[in-house]
């Protein structure tokens, strides 16, 4: 059952023609979705002729058909991860029961939260990054952008059909406002903050790809231990897709640092924005600004909501099956920041309240290893500079840092001061215009901007001068 039936409308692993109904409702959302699409998605874009990546199969080998595609002709389709018999749930008060092939009824409204606020996430990126095309540094970078967005719009197709499968009228309710909400709107904004930012030059691309999308692992994998069995199988396939992404992040990030290396070391010296190149003090900032909304995304350190969650067997924890544990956290302690006497301490307090703090740590470690790997290249080169993760005390506007000021060593400090020094730690205006005015087009076959190396190597085996887009 692995294969996707591509002579359907809507492209499927999951029988869809066996549900006449479901499959009616699927069909009269797929205009709708063609035409935000149209409206919200990728700029000047629809005859461009792409390199691109289409599902076939969900099996963990050769799931993936490469072939040149006008975007508006991808196969958007709904692709479940295989079924694993007799799974059961692996936590909180139902462990070991079986899993959910249909919604419980009691926690009806906390799953189709849940599903509705990661469907959110998916649309609203492909609007963030729709005028990113106009300023690619090289082809191949424009087909990863590309791709990206296609998938993106795959994933939301995904959430889409648990919605319109298992949740009645509200969930077919639900699917329409995913069109409606835009990102940035001033009336019906995206869900998250950070899929409210528009994502306007390549290096916040990169970043967005590194910071954002590895947020979407750490919820994916969460949501993929579900006990809710058809959820957890559609994450577990769009975890497949996901880890593209933010190899783009790293790549691209680390493709900057390279560059940024090279101009340093011809010029001997730091200061290299009047070489064309990104200087690491921008660089930094652009680390500040990300990872810091990014941890928002997480929620509240101490959450009734998340506790629920887990304790309904609905979204658990990152590798929940790798933890040695219960899986219950009867009477466990986890520690949480708190602010006391005008410092930042650590108190414990029960696990199962502080599940949202547990994830944005294993997000923070994952984010360092990128930042680790970069600041090697920076010490091979002999350049005296490292890269870092700011505090989880700074710039953050959800939980308990979200009334205080805090510079990026987590130090609590004056709205005075703050106001003071924070040009020095995120993008000003003036960084802004920089960094776009570095963004020229490159569109020659082969070719990559001065401001980022070229690739290392190519997609699916082509050279790096391949035509991996094609305007005409
Ligand atoms: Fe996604
Ligand atoms: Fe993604």
Redesign the pocket.
């Known amino acids: 059952m692995t294969k996707v039936d591509y002579s359907q409308t809507i492209p499927n692993n999951v029988n869809l023609s066996d549900d006449r109904r479901l499959q009616r409702a699927l069909e009269a959302w797929q205009p709708a979705f063609l035409n935000w699409w149209d409206e919200m998605g990728p700029a000047e874009s629809s005859n461009y002729e792409i390199f691109l990546r289409t599902a076939i199969d969900v099996s963990a080998k050769g799931w993936a058909h490469f072939d040149m595609v006008k975007m508006p002709e991808y196969r958007w389709g709904i692709f479940l991860g295989d079924k694993e018999e007799n799974r059961k749930i692996g936590f909180g008060a139902h462990k070991g029961e079986d899993v959910w092939q249909e919604v419980p009824g009691e926690y009806r409204a906390e799953l189709r939260r849940l599903i509705v606020t990661q469907g959110d996430t998916e649309p609203a ?1 492909v609007e963030q990054q729709r005028i990113l095309g106009r300023t690619c540094p090289s082809l191949y970078d424009l087909r990863s952008l590309f791709q ?1 967005n296609v ?2 719009g795959r ?1 939301l197709w995904a959430m889409v059909y648990l919605l319109h499968a298992y949740f009645g009228r509200d969930g077919r309710e639900e699917a329409e406002e995913m069109l409606m909400r835009h990102s940035g709107d001033e009336d019906k904004p995206r869900i998250l903050e950070a899929f409210n930012v528009p994502t306007t030059d390549w290096l916040s691309f990169f970043m967005f790809t590194y910071f954002q ?1 590895r947020d ?1 692992k750490f919820q994916l994998s969460s949501l993929a231990e579900s006990g809710f069995d058809p959820l957890s199988r559609t994450c577990n396939f769009m975890l497949t897709e ?1 880890a593209h ?1 933010m190899f783009v992040g790293d790549s691209g990030v680390g493709r900057v640092v390279q560059r940024s290396i090279e101009l340093i070391k011809e010029n001997d010296t730091l200061d290299i924005r009047q070489f064309g190149g990104i200087d690491l003090a921008t660089l930094q900032k652009w680390i500040n600004f990300h990872f810091s909304i990014c941890l928002d995304l997480f929620g509240q350190e101490k959450s009734t909501n998340a506790a629920n969650f887990y304790n309904m067997g609905l979204k658990g924890r990152f590798q929940e099956m790798k933890i040695d544990d219960d899986h219950k956290l009867d009477g466990e302690v986890y520690r949480v920041p708190e602010i006391r006497d005008n410092k930042v301490i650590f108190s414990e307090v029960g696990a199962l309240t502080s599940i949202n703090e547990r994830l944005r740590n294993d997000y923070r470690d994952d984010c360092q290893k990128g930042i680790d790997r970069w600041n090697k290249m920076l010490t091979k080169a002999g350049i005296d500079f490292q890269i870092k993760l700011p505090h989880s005390a700074f710039h953050r506007n959800i939980g308990t840092f979200a009334d205080i000021n805090a510079d990026i060593n987590g130090n609590l400090i004056s709205k005075s001061e703050w106001d003071k020094n924070v040009d020095n730690w995120i993008p000003t205006a003036a960084d802004r215009a920089f960094v776009e005015s570095l963004m020229v087009p490159v569109l020659e076959v082969g070719k990559t901007a001065g401001w980022i190396s070229p690739p290392a190597r190519g997609i699916q085996g082509m050279d790096t001068d391949f035509e991996y887009v094609k305007f005409h």
Do not use: Q
């Open positions: 990126s990206i998938e993106e994933h999308d979407g996901e992404h």
